[in-house]
């Protein structure tokens, strides 16, 4: 959610590389972009509604346009619409200091009342320009100084990149709440939203932690803490492969990544899984322990929290305790029934989510221990976490998770059957039998990725469609949900999921012949259900695609207009093969209709924003 990149070093390769850090950042919002140069003593500001590519164009051939300190940003919107004049960087009154920002300034209203009262006027809506100006108002010749009183000041979220006129040699950096890292270079040195920017110069970073304040210079980085004490500096060294950051020969990120899924998921599962023994890295959940939990609390945004809604099924069935799935957005603000006895599980790709986060302090507040299943490593919930445990999915750069969502969803079956194990819950034969099924995961589904022709033809056929439902029972009902949010998200179809049995109670009035019900049936027990549900939709002019295991083959009558198999597989390992070809459909229906795959409208892809 906005992203933020700064250089300082030599002035031949500032601008190249702001822009293609930028560039990797756009996952991040697209609203608008721009950049702050200090050239000659002077900031300079090129800013402008829509994509980079706007920016671009205005620099090509402007060589004047050089200097060794830039700032740039790109913006998804929250206060303020999409335009020029809100897009950052934003400039101080008196021209010397400029300022690029994610996060929300909650008090930036009364600060604006009481700058105004001091002369300042505003030209945009933002609650950035408020920190420019602010920082003006209190700039006394010491630039460190008055960002420390800055940051007493402000409430709220904030990564703030900041130059001033005065100080040509040094980049100043801050971080409350919102994601900013620092990349060191050879003689020069980057800020940036996240690591895929630098990544190209550099893989040694270094994670501001909450509440500091950085000061780059060419060849010297001091980090500090709002007081101003000197803070150490932890470096951590990126061992990703830049081709994973790359969309290398795919039209897409996220055919790229969907495509992934095999290895991501063998490098997430295998290390730890040997000989039937799940080892979860340093996790040490021991029986007693377990014994006393009254419950696990998951608790999640988007596509994280589906991840949660299918591991309730197969948790409760493993373990028998309560489990109850949240939106963190929600579990923040009501009376969460949380304490010692409760283990409450984050889930989270990017490991930024605001509310995700927010969600984290409040059940550690109230006495539980969380464990998060993160892929982002150092991140925020990471490190605030009592337990962590990642995915190894790589760098995710397609607004839409496919593969975070896979590896995600492969941990939870490891921690549930982990604590089944542990708890006693489970037969040998059962845990052994599931075991060697999750070990058929990657294979499975590279079994199903090598058919994305057949799901590309029936993209084809449907991808005009406006009205889709998406049905199913107990699990497969959970993966109706995130089936639909994909659709949704990048095809800008609506769609909704419906657990099957309950669409006659009202829903039902919506289907006809201008519907296209999507089913999944791949649960044993209840097929002759869903089929049941499946007639009832039929019967009022549905279209059927149904989704189902290779074994009902035989089983299938004329009820489907169109059939996509999945390998055979445990009843609840079922979602983790199932939501492929989800994700191939709506991929392919996006593509038919022209959309903005990687970088749909309105989103972006880490929320660090309530
Ligand atoms: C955004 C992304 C979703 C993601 C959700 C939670 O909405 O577009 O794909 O599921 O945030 O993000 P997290 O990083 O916490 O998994």
């Keep these: 959610m906005c992203g933020i990149v700064g250089y300082i070093g030599k002035s031949e390769k500032a601008i190249p590389f702001l822009l293609q850090g930028l560039e990797k950042l756009e996952y991040r919002g697209y609203d608008s972009s721009g950049i ?8 300079k500001i090129i800013k402008k509604q829509g994509r980079l590519k ?28 999409h335009s020029d004049v809100n897009a950052h960087p934003h400039l101080s009154k008196s021209g010397k200091i400029s300022v690029v920002h994610n996060g929300i300034i909650e008090n930036y209203i009364n600060l604006k009342k009481d700058l105004t009262k001091k002369g300042y006027e505003f030209k945009s809506d933002t609650d950035t320009e408020v920190v420019a100006q602010l920082l003006d108002s209190l700039y006394n010749g010491d630039m460190f100084e008055t960002i420390k009183k800055a940051t007493q000041l402000l409430e709220g979220s904030f990564a703030l990149g900041i130059i001033c006129a005065d100080y040509p040699d040094t980049l100043f950096a801050a971080k409350k709440d919102s994601p900013l890292i620092i990349g060191l270079g050879e003689n020069e040195n980057y800020i940036a939203s996240d690591i895929p920017a630098v990544l190209s110069k550099t893989r040694k970073i270094c994670r501001l932690k909450e509440k500091q304040i950085a000061v780059l210079k060419n060849s010297d980085i001091n980090i500090f803490d709002f007081n101003g004490n000197k803070a150490k500096m932890e470096i951590s060294e990126i061992n990703w492969n830049v081709n994973a950051a790359e969309k290398n020969n795919y039209d897409h990120f996220m055919i790229k990544e969907i495509m ?6 063998n490098a997430t599962i295998s290390p730890r899984l040997k000989d039937y023994k799940i080892k979860l890295d340093n996790l040490n959940f021991n029986e007693e322990y377990l014994k006393n939990l009254n419950k696990i609390s998951i608790v999640a945004c988007g596509s994280a929290y589906h991840v949660g809604c299918v591991a309730k099924y197969f948790m409760e069935e493993l373990i028998k ?4 799935v949240e939106l963190a957005s929600e579990f923040r ?9 409760t283990l409450v599980i984050i889930i989270s790709q990017s490991g930024e989510t605001a509310d995700s986060l927010a969600a984290l302090r409040e059940a550690k507040k109230l006495g539980a221990r969380v464990l998060s299943v993160v892929n982002v490593v150092g991140s925020s919930i990471a490190n605030e976490s009592d337990d962590v445990l990642y995915t190894w999915a790589g760098p995710e750069i397609a607004v839409a998770t496919t593969k975070a969502y896979s590896t995600q969803l492969s941990l939870m079956y490891l921690i549930a059957l982990y604590i089944s194990k542990t708890l006693g819950k489970i037969t040998d ?9 999750i070990e058929s995961i990657p294979e499975k589904i590279t079994a199903i990725l090598k058919k994305s022709s057949s799901i590309e033809e029936i993209a084809k056929k449907y991808y005009q469609t406006e009205k889709i439902f998406f049905i199913g029972r107990t699990l497969d009902y959970a993966v109706c949900m995130e089936a639909s949010l994909k659709l949704k998200e990048i095809s800008y179809i609506h769609s909704e999921a419906y657990a099957a049995g309950e669409l ?4 039902i009035s919506l289907i006809d012949d201008k519907t296209l019900v999507i089913a999944l ?3 044993d027990e209840l097929f002759d259900k869903t089929i049941s549900n499946i007639r009832e939709v039929k019967s009022r002019g549905a279209t059927i695609l149904l989704v189902t295991t290779e074994d009902k083959m035989d089983k299938i009558s004329e009820i489907a207009d169109d059939v996509i198999y999945v390998p055979k597989i445990s009843n609840i390992l079922s979602p983790s093969l199932s939501v492929v070809p989800m994700q191939l459909l709506s991929y392919y229906v996006a593509k038919f209709r022209g959309c903005d795959i990687d970088k749909p409208r309105n989103l972006a892809k880490s929320v660090t924003v309530e």
Aim: net charge positive.
């Design 36 to 43: 702050a140069i200090l050239n000659q003593n002077e900031i």
């Design 54 to 81: 706007v920016i671009k164009d205005i620099l090509d051939g402007k060589k004047e346009l050089h200097s060794h300190l830039v700032i740039g940003h790109k913006r998804w919107a929250t206060h303020g619409n």
């Design 260 to 265: 992934e899924q095999p290895e991501v998921l």
């Design 321 to 324: 305790k309560p489990v109850e």
């Design 333 to 341: 603000y009501r009376s969460p029934i949380v304490d010692k006895n």
């Design 429 to 437: 034969d059962n845990y052994k039998d599931i075991i060697k099924n």
């Design 504 to 507: 006659k109670h009202g829903t």
């Design 521 to 523: 049936a791949t649960q």
